[in-house]
T-cell receptor, first 116, second 111 residues
């Protein structure tokens, strides 16, 4: 149980285009989902926290107009990288948990984004 | 600031040796600490989770200890195998519900 999927697993796009990444909880309802970014040999950095049906809370330094997050249902959250640039190339990982407390976060397999 | 540090950043050991990976955190007000494994280009696999009230957790060849007062955790991997080669991440869940990660211990087990 507690499986989280991401789609696509990798994507290559041209600079200036937008890319959408999906995160799904397959066998549980995720009240809260998280989006992380990981650069090579760096730790995972939290980008934003989203609760179903409400606006996402972004971490300091993360542009909310560039990284659009939608958490429209209890099993799906999407991250859209708008007008992507090469510096947005990274490994994006989502996680999900059932409540808003200290429950375990279950992580997706990640999406590798390369912007040319 | 809630920082998580992992030492060493990278290490290589011959097959059969025991691995000792260290994690330190600056704020002792934690809810739990978790060790993950990450293979190159892949997501995270949870290995062990230690609640703040616990001192250690064990699973097979893996043992993780937690000393909250000193802000440290150690992951022991007994009798290492080439398949243990990966990056091991330490993550601390703080009271503000933030999960803070270290940069990882990159391990290579030499056959």
């Amino acid at each position: 149980g507690a499986v989280v999927s991401q789609h696509p697993s990798w994507v290559i796009c041209k600079s200036g285009t937008s890319v959408k990444i999906e995160c799904r909880s397959l066998d549980f309802q995720a009240t809260t989902m998280f989006w992380y970014r990981q650069f090579p040999k760096q730790s995972l950095m939290l980008m934003a926290t989203s609760n179903e049906g409400s606006k996402a809370t972004y971490e300091q330094g993360v542009e909310k107009d560039k990284f659009l997050i939608n958490h429209a249902s209890l099993t799906l959250s999407t991250l859209t990288v708008t007008s992507a640039h090469p510096e947005d190339s990274s490994f994006y990982i989502c996680s999900a948990r059932t409540g808003q407390g200290q429950e375990t976060q279950y992580f997706g397999p990640g999406t590798r984004l390369l912007v040319l | 600031k809630q920082e998580v540090t992992q030492i060493p950043a990278a290490l290589s050991v011959p097959e059969g040796e025991n691995l000792v990976l260290n994690c330190s955190f600056t704020d002792s007000a934690i809810y739990n600490l978790q060790w993950f494994r990450q293979d190159p280009g892949k997501g995270l696999t949870s290995l062990l989770l230690i609640q703040s009230s616990q001192r250690e957790q064990t699973s097979g060849r893996l043992n993780a200890s937690l000393d909250k007062s000193s802000g440290r955790s150690t992951l022991y991997i007994a009798a290492s195998q080439p398949g243990d080669s990966a990056t091991y991440l330490c993550a601390v869940l703080y009271g503000n519900n933030r999960l803070a990660f270290g940069k990882g211990n990159q391990v290579v087990v030499i056959p």
